[in-house]
């Protein structure tokens, strides 16, 4: 059986959590196959992939969850490949006995195009040999070791959710109180100027006033021509 997991693990450094992933597949005689690392704006992220010795493989699954603050994620799966095997094993031996009849059809052989015609058969038998014992091969070392790929996620900070504005209560008799201190206000502004005014302007008003009264009096007494 091929056995597989994959493992996130919130942690709260991810430089801290990949040397010890490292050291913990020391411990148990495992490989590392892949690492990698990547940002996340402020953030630090990683995976490793790690080559188990099968009957290691829960035992280390329990000390990678004993490095998480939180275990997020966790699937294991399994693939029983006996039956490949058994069929690997079975093309194998057809082939092998395929193979030493030709070997004996190369001894028969009496001209040279017979023996390079049977050689040629051979080395394609002999190929397909090969190809099947490299699937055996592959087999038996991944059921001898399980994949665990373990993906590490620092803490986050809680985001503060952003309070909503709400419309203050109406409140007319504040308003008529806020409108009448205005309008106060306006009023003495106005009053203000108009002293102003009356101080800075009087002293030339009156003489003028005086000057346009004297002129039209003057008009008034002068005789109309004929």
């Known amino acids: ?4 997991a994959e493992i996130t693990l919130q942690i709260q450094d991810t430089a801290v959590a990949l040397d ?3 050291a913990l597949a020391t411990d148990y005689n495992s490989y590392i196959i892949s690492s990698r690392t990547w940002s996340d704006g402020p953030h630090r992220l990683a995976s490793v992939t790690l080559g188990v010795p099968a ?3 829960e035992q280390v699954l329990r000390r990678l969850r004993g490095l998480a603050v939180k275990v997020l994620h966790e699937q294991i ?3 029983d490949v006996t039956d490949q095997y058994v069929d690997l094993e079975s093309r194998l031996r057809n082939l ?7 070997r004996g059809f190369l001894e028969q052989a009496v001209t040279v195009q017979e023996a390079l015609e049977v050689n040629r058969q051979l080395s394609e038998i002999e190929g397909q040999i090969e190809e099947v014992k490299g699937k055996m091969n592959y087999l038996k070392e991944r059921a001898a070791y399980s994949t665990i790929t373990v993906y590490l996620e620092p803490e986050r900070p809680t985001p503060t959710p952003t309070p909503t504005p709400t419309l203050p209560a109406w409140q007319p008799v504040e308003t008529f109180h806020e409108a009448s201190n205005a309008l106060l206000v306006i009023l003495r502004f106005l009053g203000d100027l108009a002293i102003w005014l009356a101080v800075i302007l009087l002293p030339f008003l009156v003489p003028l006033v005086a000057i346009i009264w004297l002129v039209i009096r003057l008009n008034k007494r002068q005789p109309k021509r004929q």
Do not use: H
């Open 1 to 4: 059986i091929i056995k597989n």
């Open 20 to 22: 010890q992933v490292t």
């Open 55 to 57: 009957d290691q493989f």
């Open 77 to 79: 799966s399994g693939e």
């Open 96 to 102: 092998e006995a395929t193979q030493a009849r030709i």
